[in-house]
């Protein structure tokens, strides 16, 4: 896939940047022909893997992460990563309604991969998460396109 144009934003974990990398990469997002509901799609798989990072990856306060999005032909490729204390079982953290907070739902994985195209989350215990995902733009053309 051709990369058209590329943003990172580096933020610390804090519940308040959730919103800051929605709305950005949303706005990046943008520049494709994405609908309105995809847009929607995008922005809450953005909040939820963001959101993953502020309430687990870093138990003993805020630390970094990353927020990587490419703008190809096809689509939007996204990636969250962080260098946090890593999920110790990955498949198990996918399933629905698992949760390691009880006051949380455990839909975050769930609604990524019902938003995107296509999920990818690997983890290190005690090095980090990275979750990457894609979201085909459907009516658009393959080297088509205008910025808005």
Do not use: W
């Not at 990469?25 to 994405?34: G, I, R």
């Not at 990856?57 to 970094?64: L, N, Q, R, S, V």
């Not at 110790?88 to 019902?114: C, H, I, N, W, Y």
């Amino acid at each position: 896939m051709a990369e058209r144009n590329r943003m990172r934003l580096e933020l610390l974990s804090l519940a308040d940047n959730v919103g800051v990398a929605r709305i950005a990469v949303a706005t990046f997002a943008a520049q494709l022909d994405y609908t309105l509901p995809e847009i929607e799609e995008i922005k809450v798989a953005v909040s939820e893997a963001v959101s993953n990072v502020v309430l687990h990856a870093y138990p003993d306060g805020p630390g970094t992460m990353a927020v990587l999005a490419r703008l190809t032909d096809e689509g939007i490729e996204i990636e969250v990563s962080d260098n946090g204390v890593g999920i110790q079982d990955v498949e198990l953290a996918r399933q629905a309604s698992f949760t390691t907070k009880p006051d949380r739902m455990g839909l975050g994985f769930v609604f990524m991969e019902s938003f995107m195209d296509s999920l990818e989350v690997s983890s290190q215990v005690g090095h980090g998460t990275i979750v990457r995902m894609f979201k085909r733009c459907k009516t658009q053309s393959a080297g088509a396109g205008t910025l808005k």
